[in-house]
């Protein structure tokens, strides 16, 4: 079965400064690959997937990603983060079969100072 | 608008009671999904349904149960079996493709009292 971890719980950025989040998969095949962001009791909005071709991913809101199989990694990263990039941030690995069953990871809360 | 939307987004039980939270979407998606979330836990799968009529347990379908009557809509019901009801549940749809994202609502807090 796959799983997904995100190492940090919590992370604190400056505002303009770089971010980058961390998630590691395990699955046998290739893998799809999801970032997903949360605002306060909001529903979830995908922010980019990766199912193959370019292993750098570009998203809304300036984010991408870059899948290394090697690694088995696929890092979030932005290069200037703005006050509104203060969420919970979740990577999703899919299974692969027609279900399109995720398993989530346990997310990344992000906040911003000025 | 297409989308999800999820009713109420606010709901407050006794324990001991029964309760359903509505879900329906309007994208013509064939895959709907619920799940539970609770702080520092991500998202768990309750239940998922590919086609009307039919549906299949997550990793957390115990004390819940839903029904798939029609293509938009995938309540589910949270009986007094589920021992710790109270999170926030969210339904998302998908088309069936696996490399598809899903779709989410905007959630449904549940809190008994």
């Known amino acids: 079965a796959q799983s997904v971890t995100q190492p940090d719980i919590h992370i604190t950025v400056s505002e303009g400064a770089s971010l980058e989040l961390r998630c590691n998969y395990s699955y046998g095949a290739t893998p799809y690959l999801f970032w997903y962001v949360q605002s306060p009791g909001q529903g979830l909005q995908l922010l980019l997937k990766y199912f193959s071709g370019d292993t750098l991913v570009q998203g809304i809101k300036g984010f991408e990603a870059e899948f290394k199989r090697s690694q088995s990694s696929f890092n979030l990263r932005k290069p200037s983060v703005h006050w509104s990039d203060a969420a919970e941030y979740f990577c999703a690995v899919g299974d692969g079969d027609s279900w399109g069953k995720f398993q989530f990871g346990a997310g990344t809360q992000v906040v911003v100072t000025p | 608008d297409g989308g999800i939307t999820q009713s109420p987004k606010y709901l407050f039980r006794k324990e001991g009671q029964n309760v359903t939270l509505s879900c329906e979407q309007n994208?013509?998606?064939?895959?709907m999904y619920w799940y539970r979330q609770d702080p520092g836990q991500g998202l768990r799968l309750i239940y998922y349904s590919q086609i009307v009529n039919d549906f299949q347990k997550g990793d957390i379908a115990e004390g819940y149960s839903v029904s798939r009557e029609k293509k938009e809509s995938f309540p589910l019901t949270v009986t007094s079996a589920q021992k710790n009801p109270t999170a926030f549940y969210l339904c998302?749809?998908?088309?069936?493709?696996?490399?598809?994202?899903?779709?989410f609502g905007p959630g449904t807090r549940l809190t008994v009292l």
């Open positions: 998302a749809s998908s088309p069936l493709a696996a490399t598809n994202e899903q779709f």
């Open positions: 994208l013509n998606h064939d895959a």
